[in-house]
């Protein structure tokens, strides 16, 4: 590598860990250049998925993945029901009953780990599990309610609060869980991201040493993976958008902050900080930005867009250091919000 030459995300990684929702499709449709990148990555990476969503069977997923053209199978999804196994291991005995409120996704892999599933409270169950199916009814989350009045463990897939459908947000697993949590008045053991259990159930499948978790949530996937001890990219074709990458307090800023999964092989500037007794300076490539007070003004866009966005994350996550709600120019704005059009 050339002395001036820039690693790429990629090269900071032996085992790269992609989100699925906003990463690598939305809905049904798969995210521009998402497939290509990743499929590339495999040649020379550990390549593996981690999802939330507690409602399909990991080879369910695999399935969906290769129908958009990614090489994938079962093995390579790690979902949310799987990394709810780790966290019962810990709760109760290998064979417990359990009372599991939620669809196939969940009972088949619980059922496969050998526990016994059972469907009131009635049964004495030694934990609760609760996951998202469209067909939990007020009767199953009244036998949750039942049944945790004993103090028994509850466990929940994720909490994730919203599930976005064709039609809009609708309640999600988060919302459910909610509903018990009014009544029994505790909190359930989540799996799900921003928790870790699903980063290390990642962890004990796939062989690595240097991890990059790619995700398209600052709040979920971005400090799930900080938590975890893994590095993070950040990926704008999803959920979070620049504003939220600035506001991300110091537990769940990204490592590397990307347009699309392009940016994934491209070489990744870094960034430099310089004070005077005025300004405050951040320079990315030839994009540089400046601080002066709560002012935050741009002084040169550089080449590249995104590294006006880059460099200005990192002067507004060392400014809000010393003050509090930067004010982005106008002009900076602009710049930012035509970056990703
Ligand atoms: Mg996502």
Redesign the pocket.
């Known amino acids: 590598m050339p002395k001036d030459a820039h690693p790429t995300p990629l090269d900071s990684a032996d085992v790269i860990l992609s989100?699925?929702?906003?990463?690598v499709y939305r809905g049904a449709a798969p995210i521009p250049h998402a497939i290509a990148a990743l499929n590339s990555a495999r040649k020379s990476k550990t390549v593996g998925f981690l999802t939330n969503n507690a409602s399909r069977l990991a080879a369910d997923v695999a399935e969906q993945l290769v129908s958009m053209g990614l090489r994938a199978d079962a093995d390579d999804v790690v979902t949310s029901p799987q990394a709810t196994l780790l966290l019962l291991s810990k709760v109760v005995e290998p064979g417990a009953s359990l009372l599991a409120i939620g669809g196939p996704g969940l009972t088949v892999v619980l059922e496969g780990a050998g526990y016994r599933l059972v469907r009131t409270a009635d049964e004495n169950p030694d934990a609760v599990v609760q996951g998202f199916s469209p067909r939990v009814s007020w009767a199953d989350l009244a036998e949750a309610t039942y049944a945790l009045a004993s103090g028994i463990p509850w466990v929940a897939t994720n909490l994730d609060a919203a599930l976005p459908l064709e039609r809009g947000l609708a309640p999600g697993n988060g919302a459910l869980v909610a509903a018990v949590r009014a009544v029994v008045n505790r909190e359930p053991l989540a799996a799900g991201k921003p928790e870790t259990a699903l980063f290390d159930a990642a962890r004990e499948r796939f062989l690595g040493s240097r991890w990059l978790f790619i995700?398209?949530?600052i709040d979920?996937?971005i400090r799930g993976a900080k938590r975890s001890g893994m590095s993070s990219a950040l990926v704008f074709t999803?959920?979070s958008r620049p504003q939220d990458a600035f506001a991300a307090p110091p537990d769940a800023r990204p490592d590397f902050i990307l347009r699309d999964l392009r940016d994934l092989t491209l070489p990744y500037p870094s960034t430099r900080l310089t004070r005077n007794d005025q300004f405050l300076t951040s320079t990315v490539a030839n994009s540089v930005v400046a601080a002066e007070g709560r002012r935050i003004r741009l002084v040169a866009p550089g080449d590249e867009p995104m590294n006006v966005i880059r460099a200005t994350a990192a002067l507004v996550w060392e400014h809000t250091v010393t003050f509090d709600s930067p004010r982005l120019d106008a002009e900076l704005r602009e710049v930012i919000a035509g970056t990703l059009d």
Not at 19 to 23: E, I, K, R, Y
Request: no cysteine; glycine share 24%.
């Open positions: 989100d699925l929702d906003g990463v995700g398209d949530r979920t996937d999803g959920i």
